[in-house]
């Protein structure tokens, strides 16, 4: 299971373009609300999520999601369950991901120390520890994977969608849509 987690006033795109490309690429995705199943991201749309983060199960998941928007990463890093379950999942080895501010989750939880990331432009300060080129689109180090912004929002999907399934299957998801990058 992939869960994406969506904190109120999340960046809608960066949660939402995942979630789509992942379950067209057949990944099992679940919509993760902070303290709610009812979210409202930083532009007004409500989301309704699938379960709240309470309901993570880290044993069966193949990969944690982090969004970007200020206020979606302000909630995740005011939330114990989310730094809880963030936590034991890299302990347990899933494989983190994060877009925009969205990685200043986890430098917060040190789990960037001496890893290549992107992030927002202008954010490459709050990512301590880690080795940040805000010029690139999406970063695979590892099991981490980062996008820069809700501009490489779809990049970032695919990018996932090629790590738990394969490039051939990202590729077919990518020409499917008509997306050219």
Same mark, same amino acid.
């Given at each position: ?14 949660? $939402? ?7 067209? @690429? ?41 969004? @970007? ?59 301590? @520890? ?13 099991? $981490? ?12 999907? $695919?990018?996932?969608?090629?790590? $738990? ?17």
């Amino acid at each position: 299971m992939v869960y994406i987690i969506l904190g109120a006033g999340f960046e809608e795109i960066e949660a $939402l373009a995942p979630c789509d490309i992942l379950r067209r @690429g057949g990944a099992e995705v679940q919509l993760s609300g902070v303290g709610s199943k009812r979210i409202t991201g930083g532009h007004g749309i409500e989301v309704a999520a699938d379960i709240e983060v309470d309901d993570i199960k880290t044993e069966n998941a193949e990969m944690l999601v982090i969004p @970007g928007g200020l206020g979606g990463v302000r909630s995740i890093e005011g939330s114990p369950a989310c730094s809880d379950i963030i936590k034991k999942a890299a302990r347990e080895g899933v494989p983190l991901a994060a877009i925009c501010a969205g990685p200043r989750v986890l430098a917060k939880l040190s789990l960037l120390n001496g890893r290549k990331i992107t992030c927002y432009p202008g954010m490459e300060d709050e990512m301590t @520890g880690a080795v940040v080129d805000s010029t690139l689109k999406t970063v695979r180090d590892g099991k $981490l994977i980062t996008g820069r912004g809700a501009g490489a929002a779809l990049d970032f999907a $695919l990018e996932l969608l090629a790590y $738990l399934k394969g490039r051939e299957a990202a590729e077919k998801i990518r020409t499917g849509i008509y997306y050219e990058d």
